[in-house]
Structure formats: C-alpha cells, structure tokens
C-alpha cells in the first residue's frame, strides 16, 4: 500500500492564481482531512469527509473548496490565491471517528508559497 | 472545545526516560487523549491514545490521572531518532472532526 500520497510536494503560486492540491489514499479508508501548517505552528483543520459525496468545514476553510467524488480521492482547491496561504498542506485519512480505528494517517505535504 | 497546552521545548540525553505532559482542564466526557509525533518536513504519526488510567504499546505510555484534566506521554529510553515534535490532541471520537485541534506541540530535542 502506497498509503496517503500528495501532489505536488512544492508549488510557487502568484496572488490570485487558482490550484488544487490532489490526495488519494489506498487504504479505503472513510475518513480524509485537509490541514495546513505554518511555521512553528501546529496543524488546523481546513475541511474533512466522512465518506464520498459528504464534506464539512473544519477551523480554517475560508479561501479553500473540497469535493468527494470517489473513497479514494479528496483534491483541495485553492481559489485566488492569497500570500497568507502560504502554508504546508498535509492530507490524511483514517477509517473512522471510533476509538481503536481512527487512527490518521498522513500524506508528505505539499509545501505552497503565494507570492 | 477542548483546550491543550504542552510545554514548548524539552531537552534530553539519549537513553533517558521522557515524559511529556498535556494540560487539558476543560476536557469533556466523551473525549479521548491522542498523541502523534512528527518529524521535520513529515506529517505526523499516530503514537497512542487513551481515555484513561494507563495505555501502553511498544513505543510509549500514556498515564491519564483519575481526573483526565492532564495526560503524560512516557518515551522509555529515547534515542536521538526521537527528536522530533509531540503533539497531544483532545477530541471527541464519535462526533464532528471538525472539534480535533492541534495545538504548538512540544519540541523535543535528543543529544547524546
């Protein structure tokens, strides 16, 4: 198993350009999240699925879009970009909320600069 | 929402036991106790987790007091392959993920 895999790992990107940050997991798993990290900071939650079709906002949504189409995939769009953006972006999915099997398992990141 | 808060930085020799705790005064019912850790230009990894007394596996232990207001994540030995951030997370686990915060974590330096 590949595990969570991200694409790309870095991305320079001008004010107001648009991108979309792609995840996908092999380990059918129900749950997928989104979080960005900025320097010296700790993770927040920008949105997350519970299963194909079902998305919800997190802490931090505001300037970012999701979708669910498949188990597998989870991308996170990225609509006129801002230089606050500027973040580490890291994908993760764990099978459930349950105790025992939530475990989340991370992606590499993605490393975004918005210049 | 519950609240955490670590010690910013820790420093240790290699070889010594480690422990790290999480304040987490407000911590409801139905929340458990999560740690990961994470290494540089890395996502974090799943460490333990608890709801209380004791949890032990074969990297770590979790001691969660009667009062769950605190938890301390012992690392037994540690070698400078455990250099590396800690975070503690306090969340319910049967709703909203929306609620999973992490916080600063704990940096955690190993010499030798």
């Known amino acids: 198993n590949a595990g969570v895999t991200q694409t790309p790992k870095f991305r320079i990107l001008k004010i107001g350009q648009s991108m979309t940050l792609q995840c996908t997991q092999d380990m059918n798993h129900n749950y997928m999240y989104w979080y960005r990290q900025d320097p010296g900071m700790g993770l927040k939650l920008i949105y997350y699925s519970v299963g194909a079709g079902i998305t919800d906002k997190g802490e931090v949504p505001n300037g970012y879009n999701v979708s669910r189409s498949t188990t597998e995939d989870f991308p996170l769009r990225l609509e006129l970009a801002a230089p606050s953006q500027t973040s580490v972006y890291f994908c993760?999915?764990?099978?459930?909320?349950?105790?025992?099997?939530?475990?989340?398992?991370f992606g590499p990141g993605t490393r975004l600069t918005v210049l | 929402l519950a609240k955490t808060t670590q010690p910013i930085s820790m420093d240790s020799y290699e070889g010594q036991e480690v422990n790290i705790t999480c304040s987490h005064n407000?911590?409801?019912?139905?929340?458990?106790i999560t740690w990961y850790q994470q290494f540089p230009s890395q996502g974090p990894r799943f460490i333990i987790q608890g709801y209380k007394t004791k949890v032990t596996n074969e990297v770590a232990s979790l001691f969660i007091p009667a009062d769950r207001k605190s938890s301390t994540l012992s690392l037994p030995r540690v070698s400078l392959s455990d250099t590396a951030v800690y975070y503690c997370?306090?969340?319910?686990?049967?709703?909203?993920?929306?609620?999973?915060?992490f916080g600063t974590g704990t940096r955690l330096q190993v010499t030798l």
């Open positions: 997370l306090v969340g319910p686990l049967t709703g909203t993920a929306s609620k999973l915060t």
């Open positions: 993760a999915s764990s099978y459930s909320m349950v105790a025992g099997s939530n475990e989340q398992f």
């Open positions: 407000n911590i409801a019912t139905n929340d458990y």
